[in-house]
């Protein structure tokens, strides 16, 4: 058993035997718990919700509608765009 300390910022220094044992990366994200008064750390990995390919259909469908879009400036007559899409 090792003994790590907790700093200022609430941070720990896993030690390099624990790191290389479980072959953590930097900015590796964990999962953290606590049972039966002990900290449970568990990696976890994250998926991307949309594929490159899914964003930049994403990036085109807003690019076109941004084309769309009616131009107002602020004041008077952005007050006024709002009022009569309001009703």
């Known amino acids: ?9 609430n941070q720990i220094t ?3 035997a ?11 994200l964990f999962a953290v718990d606590v049972e039966n008064n002990y900290i449970k750390l568990i990696p976890v ?7 490159a390919k899914q964003l930049k259909a994403i ?16 004041g008077k007559e952005f007050l006024k765009y709002i009022k009569k899409n309001l009703t």
């Open 1 to 9: 058993m090792t003994i790590t300390k907790l700093k200022a910022k």
């Open 14 to 16: 896993l030690p390099s």
């Open 18 to 28: 624990i790191v290389k044992r479980l072959n953590l990366k930097p900015q590796e």
């Open 45 to 51: 990995e994250l998926k991307p919700r949309y594929t």
């Open 59 to 74: 990036d085109d469908i807003v690019e076109r509608e941004k084309k769309k879009a009616k131009k107002v400036t602020a």
